[in-house]
């Protein structure tokens, strides 16, 4: 299996709350929602699904599993489904954190350990969307495999980013770019050997 990183990310690297005003208000941050004006691209979707491929896993932080798995299944619809009826892993901190949806298995202790013995099962991609932690604890083990990166046309100044600070140099190889219709830029990276 490979790790796929599907992410929105502003112009400045900014991955926070891109879609929902509440959905992650940490640091005080205040331009949650800042995707949502040009998600409906259908160009997303599309790209989307051919980076995630059809055979997939998810792979989340327990804090993007519990955000976007509360507000699907409260929206309804087949992205409600689609979350549900695929298999889930999830990683935390918590070794006894509650799982509530179907098909969830958690990931806790060494979770670099554990997601690279995941990655030499057979199978699809394990697809990570929000995520930033894990992504970030992931990097350091050359463990992320590409990345789909939606850059909007926004500068948000402030939030958390997908990169941090103290992420180690990384080389990465461009294996596609696109802009869309709404001006998001999809840049599709591989990493290259270390």
Known sequence: MRVVVVNHLSLDGVMQAPGDPAEDTRGG???GGWATERS????LSATMGERMGRDFTWLFGRRSYEGMLSHWNRVGGPFKDGLNQTEKYVASATPDAAL???NSTLLTGDVPAEVAALR???GGNLVIMGSGHLIRSLLPHDLVDELLLMIHPVVLGSGQH?????DQTRPLRLLDATMTESGILLATYRRDAP
Do not use: R
């Open 40 to 43: 409906a691209d259908p160009a």
């Open 100 to 102: 509530p949806w179907p």
């Open 162 to 166: 997908l990169f941090g600070p103290d």
């Open 29 to 31: 941050f205040e331009h």
């Open 120 to 122: 030499e099962q057979p």
